[in-house]
């Protein structure tokens, strides 16, 4: 098992180690490509490390991602359809790991709300 750390700058600065990881918006410009790619120019951009297993990201494509966002959001976008999912290891240091896969015909989404009133005798969704 190979892994793979995107590394921009040996230190997280104390300030970001103190506030809740990603709260800071950066100016992300990220062209749609290899993932691998992708994620180093976020760390660049955004100031973090990014913990991967170089098989989980493989020959996936990640998504161009333009923009003024937090770190969360150039995540979302980067990895938006990707089947892969992100989290935070500690402030500072973001791990990308293997989502839930879909079968055939089915589709992965992001979170579903679901509400109910008591006594509901149907149900409606939106997607």
């Known amino acids: 098992m190979a892994l793979a750390v995107a590394v921009v700058g040996a230190t997280v600065p104390a300030a970001a180690q103190d506030a809740t990881p990603g709260d800071a918006t950066h100016r992300i410009t990220i062209p749609a490509g290899p993932l691998s790619q992708g994620v180093l120019a976020l760390s660049a951009q955004a100031g973090v490390q990014v913990v991967f297993e170089s098989g989980t ?3 996936v494509t990640g998504n161009a991602v333009t923009g003024t966002l937090t770190t969360q959001q150039a995540l979302d976008g980067l990895l938006a359809g990707t089947g892969l999912r992100w989290r935070w290891l500690r402030a500072g240091v973001v791990t ?3 989502g839930i896969t879909a079968d055939a015909g089915e589709r992965v989404t992001g979170a579903v709300r679901v509400e109910a009133a008591q006594g509901a005798t149907s ?5």
């Open 96 to 98: 990308i790991e293997a």
């Open 123 to 127: 149900l409606q969704t939106a997607v």
């Open 57 to 59: 990201v493989g020959s």
